[in-house]
Nanobody, 122 residues
Framework: QVQLVESGGGLVQAGGSLRLSCLVSGSRSGFNAMAWYRQTPGNHQRRFVAGFGVGDGLDYTDSVKGRFAISRDSDRNALFLQMSDIRPEDAATYFC???????????????WGQGTQVTVSS
């Protein structure tokens, strides 16, 4: 069983910055990919934001490229998302995810945290 706990969300002004953190614990053999997703109110689906995938390659959804940066510690026990130049459309609940590397980002899969909310004031 894998446990993920996110933190770092809050209220931020448009143009500001936030750093989200996720602590990962538990046995996760074969679940090597790590990612951030987000879910907006009224939407059932969580959407991919950024992740370390096959071969530890970095992926970002187009809307956050150049503004968000994903990172993790060397032991893969912590995952971070540095959010800069935040826009109103970035407001969402952000979820940490670990999964098998071969599962495409478009599919919700693996283990999830409880989420941390990011609210943007304009």
């Amino acid at each position: 069983q894998v446990q993920l706990v996110e933190s770092g969300g809050g209220l931020v002004q448009a143009g500001g910055s936030l750093r989200l953190s996720c602590l990962v614990s538990g046995s996760r053999s074969g679940f090597n990919a790590m990612a951030w997703y987000r879910q907006t109110p009224g939407n059932h689906q969580r959407r991919f934001v950024a992740g370390f995938g096959v071969g530890d390659g970095l992926d970002y959804t187009d809307s956050v490229k150049g503004r968000f940066a994903i990172s993790r510690d060397s032991d893969r026990n912590a995952l971070f998302l540095q959010m800069s130049d935040i826009r109103p459309e970035d407001a969402a609940t952000y979820f940490c995810n670990v999964r098998r590397s071969q599962i495409p980002w478009a599919f919700e899969s693996g283990y999830w945290g409880q989420g941390t909310q990011v609210t943007v004031s304009s």
